[in-house]
């Protein structure tokens, strides 16, 4: 069962910045790390029910607009390469990408940001305790 549509990113979240066409895709990239962070607890909620499911699904609709625009800085970076400098002797080249990476996250900030994300929105809910 889907948290998250593309229909509630876009009128109820307010989201603008992922095409519909690759919201599934970054919807489930999305759900697979809060389900990590949560230790699988949202499979338990009714969100039918639950009182904190519009947090959750906000939760889920900001992770996956920061992945959606990591994988855009990352595309960018490596379809316009510029050559800066080049060696010919066992290839060596430098490409010039004008700043953009300096805005990619290594692995480890984008964990952090995904999981200060989950914080934000889900610490009140004992979503992330790890007690019983």
Request: charged letters at 25%; glycine letters at 4%.
């Amino acid at each position: 069962m889907q948290l998250v549509d593309a229909t509630y990113y876009k009128n109820d979240f307010k989201g603008s910045c992922i095409p519909v066409s690759a919201f599934d895709y970054y919807y489930k990239k999305s759900i697979s790390r809060l389900n990590y962070y949560t230790f699988n607890r949202l499979k338990d909620i009714d969100m039918s029910n639950y009182q904190f499911s519009n947090d959750i699904k906000n939760c889920i609709c900001e992770i996956s607009e920061l992945l959606f625009k990591q994988g855009t800085l990352k595309d960018k970076v490596i379809n316009n390469k510029i050559i800066q400098s080049e060696a010919v002797g066992k290839h060596s080249a430098t490409y010039n990408t004008s700043g953009i990476d300096k805005e990619i996250l290594s692995d480890e900030e984008l964990e952090e940001r995904c999981y200060e994300i989950c914080k934000i929105n889900l610490f009140h809910t004992h979503l992330l305790y790890r007690g019983i």
